[in-house]
């Protein structure tokens, strides 16, 4: 378990961005965190990290957007809208969960049981205490949390 502490989106895309460069194809990143912790601002850093020139958003009326002309593909998804995990596993993810880029997962514990076991695993976690913007950074590397 490593964990980061942001103080701004910039520290968080900076965060991902660190990251992001150590990322190989076929790496899964899940993202969970509440309404507004940053799980896209984390997105885009990884997407930066990776050389991806595109503006990032969150795909959650589209389910995944793919992001090309980085050091690896990118595949971001939002499953927040999906009721049980083989909604994704109709929409043909596995060729992207599985093929040659990164995939990030925005609300991935609703498709935990399809998930491999050897996923990055990212919380993030605000505390009101320490300011708006402070965002507490927690990465598990497999199925621990």
């Known amino acids: 378990m490593t964990i980061f502490e942001s103080g701004s989106p910039e520290d968080t895309k900076k965060i ?14 899940t993202l969970d965190g509440d309404l507004g912790a940053g799980k896209t601002v984390f997105s885009k850093g990884i997407a930066g990290g990776l050389g991806v020139t595109e503006e990032v958003t969150s795909p959650t009326f589209i389910i995944m957007q793919a992001y090309y002309g980085g050091r690896l593909p990118l595949y971001h ?33 609703i498709i935990e049981e399809i998930l491999p076991e050897d996923v990055i695993r990212v919380n993030i976690e605000k505390d009101p205490e320490k300011g708006d913007d402070y965002r507490r950074i927690i990465i598990h590397k497999g199925n621990v949390l």
């Open 77 to 109: 998804f939002d499953v927040y809208r999906l009721e049980d995990p083989d909604e994704l596993l109709e929409t043909g993810a596995e060729e992207y969960l599985f093929g040659d880029g990164v995939s990030i997962i925005e609300w991935a514990e």
């Open 16 to 29: 991902a961005g660190e990251i992001a460069k150590d990322l190989k194809p076929g790496d899964i990143i």
